[in-house]
């Protein structure tokens, strides 16, 4: 869960400008995520500042396709799916940038209050891990499961998450969806609890059911899964969230969520991706990182299951 955006968290303001905010700065270079592609390289259209906390800023887009939220990120930030890195530049990145601010997306360009960013690089958010053999795969599991606070979900003791996980581990997607469904927009903040447990659980099962034998059934739940919720997604949780569950559909995680489903590869060192998810919010690492571990179970008893199947 991403907190919510509080103008006291940015400390004393400066002097608005008679338009409401800071003359426009110069363009400053931008990586971007290709999740946000579409939008960058589409004529601009118009958006409006969602959030500002002091690594990152959130513009809604008029329509369009998802995601129609696009994060604007500093150096130190978490960076989704859907985000604009932007360099530092000797004072906060997002000094200046107000909640509420017009902005613009198009053109190669984001604008947002006195910022403007080029984008001159893209990035892919989408891991490279297979292939990935089934035992290193359930060893790399039980790893995750012993890290840091994995399953320290912000719903703990509800129901939903355990019923969600049970539901895809035996390969039922009627019950997934009916799971998913109860916990979708739950818990506060800019991207609920229940939305990060389900986007964890999307990435891998997709993502690790694509590199692992067997897999073509996770693979097929997250399909559906995905489709289910994204559906309506912004009339049932807040328009940020609804953005990166589109992307979770579409395996497309955060670079910190990528550097765990690359640790679960054993492409990358398990144990500090998943210390520097877990700690890199409140609540919206854990969340990720417990759907991340019931992903990951999901697709080893789904394997199993056609494993058995075929050799009937």
């Known amino acids: ?23 426009v700065r110069s363009p400053v270079p931008g990586a971007a995520g290709l999740a946000v592609r579409e939008a960058l390289e589409r004529p601009r259209r118009p958006a409006r500042v969602i959030a500002v906390f002091p690594t990152a800023a959130y513009l809604r887009l008029n329509g369009g396709a998802e995601p129609r939220v696009v994060a604007l990120v500093g150096p130190d930030g978490v960076r989704p799916a859907n985000s604009i890195v932007v360099p530092g530049t ?14 613009w997306v198009g053109d190669g360009h984001a604008e947002a209050g006195g910022l403007r960013v080029r984008v001159r690089r893209w990035w892919d958010p989408r891991p ?17 499961e012993a890290a840091p606070d994995p399953r320290a979900c912000g719903l703990a003791g509800h129901p939903g998450p355990a019923a969600l996980a049970g539901a895809c581990a035996a390969g039922d997607l009627a019950q997934a969806v ?13 991207t609920p609890s ?30 559906w899964l995905g489709a289910a919720v994204t559906t309506d997604a912004e009339t049932r ?10 992307c979770a559909a579409a395996g497309q ?25 877990v700690s890199s919010s409140r609540y919206s690492g854990a969340d990720l990182a417990w759907g991340l571990l019931a992903g990951c179970r999901a697709v080893l008893a789904l394997g199993r299951t ?7």
């Open 1 to 23: 869960m991403i907190e919510r955006s509080e103008n006291a968290l940015r400390g004393p303001q400066p002097a608005a400008s008679e338009h409401g905010h800071e003359p």
């Open 194 to 223: 229940g939305d990060d447990v389900i986007s964890g659980l999307l990435l891998s099962l997709r993502l690790l059911g694509e590199v692992t034998a067997g897999g073509s059934r996770a693979v097929w739940l997250a399909d």
């Open 128 to 144: 490279a891990l297979g292939p990935l053999p089934e035992a290193r795969l359930r060893h790399a599991a039980m790893l995750l």
């Open 178 to 190: 009916l799971a998913a469904e109860r916990i979708v927009g739950l818990g506060p903040g800019l």
């Open 90 to 103: 000797g004072r906060q990145p997002f000094h200046g940038v107000r909640e509420g601010d017009s902005g």
């Open 237 to 246: 949780t807040t328009s940020l969230s609804a953005s990166l569950l589109h």
């Open 306 to 312: 056609s494993s058995r199947l075929a050799s009937a």
């Open 253 to 277: 995680p955060s670079v910190e969520a990528a550097a765990v489903l690359r640790g679960l590869a054993g492409r990358a060192a398990l144990a500090p991706a998943a210390r520097r998810l």
